[in-house]
């Protein structure tokens, strides 16, 4: 499988998929 | 105190935040593509010699600056905020540990290796052609890390706090 790293906008989409994921899991952390 | 403490400390830590996080989009957005295309016509020879070090002055040093003000503008809670000790820490406490993982990124990561590939360091092809590719993907993981921690300062604090979380 290519590194996402390797394209800019694969890049941004894998920031954005790591938000979503990192929202989620502080979501649950937290309970809200 | 509070001023100094949240007012100036909150305004350093953008002004150099903006400095190092504008250099990286700039050497991902912009620079990675250009000198691809520069070497490819053989003119990339300048930005190899003054554009790179002086931007990478600037982005390392304004890494170091935006942490040390984020460090302070946390202050006591900083325990709080790495552990995940309270609820209103939690959010920034991501924000925390991915901007020091980006430090350490920069330093570790990115600054020594940059060295070699612009001739700072010796190192011969193999060496320059390994330190590029390490370069370049932390400096990718840090463009990566760049958006959750974006969202993450912005949605943890002030009056807007209670929109996310």
């Known amino acids: 499988m290519k590194n996402p790293l390797d394209s800019l906008w694969g890049t941004v989409l894998s920031g954005m998929a790591l938000t979503a994921i990192l929202y989620f899991l502080v979501r649950s952390l937290i309970g809200g | 105190m509070d ?9 350093v830590h953008i002004m150099a935040g903006v400095m190092w996080i504008g250099l990286l989009y700039y050497f991902n ?13 053989g003119s990339g020879a300048g930005i190899g010699k003054h554009v790179m070090p ?9 890494a170091v600056v935006t942490w040390l ?19 209103a820490c939690a ?9 020091t993982i980006m430090l350490f990124n920069v330093w570790v990561l990115i600054w020594p290796n940059q060295q070699k590939v612009l ?3 010796p190192a011969d092809d ?4 390994k330190a590029r590719r390490i370069a370049f993907l932390a400096s990718r993981v840090n463009t990566m890390f760049s958006i959750p921690l974006f969202f993450f300062m912005s949605a943890s604090g002030g009056i807007f706090r209670t929109g996310f979380f």
């Not at chain 2, 957005?29 to 016509?41: C, L, P, Q, R, T």
């Not at chain 2, 193999?126 to 052609?129: D, F, I, S």
């Open chain 2, 29 to 41: 957005f912009v620079n990675a593509a250009a000198a691809k295309a520069a070497a490819a016509d």
């Open chain 2, 54 to 62: 002086r931007a990478l002055l600037y982005f390392r040093w304004a």
């Open chain 2, 126 to 129: 193999a060496e320059k052609n």
């Open chain 2, 3 to 11: 001023f100094v403490h949240y007012g100036l400390g909150r305004w």
């Open chain 2, 119 to 121: 001739g700072m360091k």
């Open chain 2, 69 to 87: 003000a984020g460090a302070a503008l946390l202050g006591a809670h900083l325990p709080d905020a790495f552990m995940f000790r309270s609820k």
């Open chain 2, 91 to 99: 959010p920034i406490g991501v924000g925390a540990w991915l901007g």
